[in-house]
């Protein structure tokens, strides 16, 4: 269910190293140019009213990656017969085409089957299970690392959105996963234009050369490896799509060095850190919530729901929480920690894990009734009024389907 | 229910209930033209009925027989329909069949590519969903499964109108109305989909929902369609434009995926092209969990209300997965006009109506090449044993 991948592009290459910005910022750039072609454009509509054959439709480089070479800079250029050529040559839509007539594209480079022409194909990685594929028991792989290889680490892939969105400690599992991977001679092929993706790399040392040959893989032969459309270096990293699913290489890396180190982490690892964590959240907060009085007569697919619906907050100690008097807009559950309840500045009660405070305001904004205070470093998990009142309706109405429920055995 | 009107699609004299192959005092031979008749009894489109009064028909299924007794050589190919990674559908006809507008869509799975891009889950998935589902007038339908040494075969109905892709691109966008029809359509059939039998369908996209003569859609290919129930489920998939961020994320998605690919299906439909695209997928996938959706200004402000509705990153504030469910996805001011009952029973007929000649007229599917047949993978003893007992359900 591989994804083809387009010739003259660097799809997956973040050539930035650590102190070199000067590639995101031409991204950046690139970005903002993007907003200009935007289909929120005027030349945008101007293009879609008229005769728009022969001319890059939307925009040359409007929609391809900055800095990279773009492959006719098509709408529809991945993979698609639309996408080959340059930007003079290039496509817009077949409009009085009949779809059979459509020229034949790069189709399926790498893969097994011809398969594109203008369609897209669909991606699917392994099969992720928690219940069955023995999650229990598997720890995530530790490798250990220097403070300084874990610091490198995190500003080389700080960038990167799909490691941006982990939680501290999803980002530690992530990083401890990292293996070392020593390439101890120049010309080494580390991938391979065309191959699957298995693994995301980053450069630890040493420095290494792009290539991508437009045919979409790696060729026999002297040339076979393509134009050198760049090189990187430590704090660079490569392959990320691999960490999606299993992609043919969009490009050949290669050792220019002898002795150059990569770290690497492989997508089964990668997705199952953020399931085994995803997954141990929720089941938690559906614990959680199972011993709130006030939620008892939730089915269980409602549980689920507000479990998926709770924010993770975090507050260092002797943070206040909740402020006695304030309106109320909110309800928590203690997720680790300890925290306090003071009235009237009088400690009355000390909450900890699995505790739950201000549940009633989720009936209204009554003043609170105490302020909490954290004792230690807190994580709590959160639920606005408004998101349970989104999500299932007000909480009134649940409330008074437990009474009509009760009723008959009252 | 006691009050349904019972009219079956299948004659009575072929009603013999579900074939035991273990049943002695009948041969094969009997067993095998019996399947052939049930198969050809199929006609379509079926009738519509009420979706939950659908369910309650399941006693009276004849369709999609588990078949140990058809054969690939049962039938005439046609023409191939739609390929895909690892699977061809093709335009097939039972070869003693005398009507020739008699046809079918005949899915042919090889067992080795299935194993080998891991999607025997998916594959299983796929005849589960579509076994459960009966006669919806926008679903495809599963006449029958048949399997041999090396393939896995689906017999589905033939949607003689092809892709409403060819459409959208040919037509480069969709007018206001087109698309409110077709995305109300779609909306009815994820409603069924969820409501009635807790299935994802996960891979929404113009290319998968086909225009019957009337020019109503049909959506097909469950190959990614799963029943979650109210659960979460992790493995990625879909189409990169198409992909929910939780499913970007891996933080565990459900039912609410397919509210978002309505939204940007909407879009697609609106503009011509979907909201997130880049030459390169990571930057689509990043695009779609930052979810800054831009829009052309002379798009409907109701259509721009709708999908930004639809494509709220987060699923718990996703119009469809929040309180209301479906019927505030129906209810939105996008959907003003929208006479449901009529398209559901198929008292009106679609905006586009497709060009066919005869019932069996693939002239509005594109042409595919041959499939390679040099590097195809062998389905191995070794593989065999391993995996066989999967693949029993066919």
Known sequence: MAESSLPGSTPFINTSSKNDKSHNIQKISEDEEFEVTSPTDMTFRQANSGDNRGNALFGGSAFSEGGSQTAGGSLFGRGSPFGVGGAESGPGHPDDDEPGALPPGPAGQGLPNNYALGRRTSVSAESLNPTSAGTEGWTPPHHPKTEDQLARLKTAVSSNFLFSHLDDDQFKTVLDALVEKPIPAKDIKVISQGDAGDYFYIVEKGSFDIYIHSSGSVQPGPDGLGNKVSSTGPGGSFGELALMYNAPRAATVISTEAKSTLWALDRITFRRILMDSAFQRRRMYEAFLEEVPLLLSLKPYERSKIADALDTIKYPAEATIITEGDPGDAFYLLESGEAEAFKNGASVKTYSRGDYFGELALLDDKPRAASIVTKTDVKVARLGRDGFKRLLGPVEDIMRRADYQKAPNS | ?394
Not at chain 2, 70 to 83: E, R, S, V, W
Not at chain 2, 91 to 96: E, F, I, T, Y
Not at chain 2, 206 to 217: K, M, S, Y
Not at chain 2, 347 to 369: C, L, M, Q, T
Request: proline content about 7%.
């Open chain 2, 1 to 394: 229910m006691a009050t349904r009107t019972v009219e079956h699609t299948v004659p009575s004299e072929v009603q013999l209930g579900p074939v035991d192959p273990k049943d002695n005092n009948m041969r094969s031979h009997d067993f095998h033209e019996r399947e052939k008749k049930l198969v050809q009894a199929f006609r379509h489109p079926p009738r519509a009925l009420n979706p939950f009064l659908i369910t309650e028909r399941h006693d009276e299924k004849q369709l999609c027989i588990s078949s140990r007794n058809l054969h690939i050589t049962d039938f005439a190919l046609l023409k191939t329909l739609g390929t895909g990674t690892f699977a061809r559908v093709w335009l097939a006809r039972l070869k003693d069949q005398p009507d020739r507008t008699k046809v079918y869509a005949l899915k042919i799975l090889r067992k080795a590519d299935v194993i080998k891009l891991k999607q025997v889950e998916h594959v299983r998935n796929e005849r589960k969903s579509l076994a459960a589902i009966v006669d919806h007038p926008f679903i495809t339908t599963l006449i029958a499964s048949f399997s041999d040494e090396q393939s896995l075969y689906m017999l589905l109905d033939f949607c003689p109108g092809g892709e409403i892709f060819t459409y959208l691109r040919r037509q480069r966008r969709f007018d206001e109305e087109t698309s409110r029809i077709y995305a109300a359509e779609i909306t009815m059939t994820i409603e069924f989909l969820h409501d009635v039998h807790g299935i994802a369908y996960r891979d929404l996209k113009p290319e998968n929902i086909l225009l019957d003569a009337d020019g109503h859609i049909k959506l097909v290919d469950f190959g990614f369609a799963k029943q979650v129930d109210n659960r979460e489920t992790y493995t990625l998939c879909g189409t990169p434009e198409y992909l929910a961020p939780e499913v970007i994320h891996n933080s565990g998605h459900g039912l609410a995926v397919d509210w978002w690919a309505l939204g940007i299906l909407i879009y697609e439909f609106l503009v011509g092209q979907p909201p997130f695209w880049d030459q390169n997928p990571m930057r689509i996938y990043e695009q779609i969990v930052e979810g800054h959706l831009r829009f052309p200004p002379n798009m409907p402000p109701a259509a721009q209300n709708i999908v930004t509705l639809l494509c709220k990153t987060n699923p718990s504030e996703r119009l469809g997965h929040i309180s209301g469910g479906s019927t505030r996805v129906k209810s939105h001011p996008f959907f003003t006009g929208i006479a449901w009952d009529d398209l559901f029973y198929r008292r009106v007929k679609g905006p586009i109506i497709p060009r066919v000649s005869h019932p069996a007229d693939a002239g509005n599917f594109e042409d595919y090449p041959d499939s390679d047949t040099r590097n195809q993978n062998i389905y191995t003893d070794d593989l065999k044993k391993k995996y066989e007992p999967l693949f029993k359900d066919f």
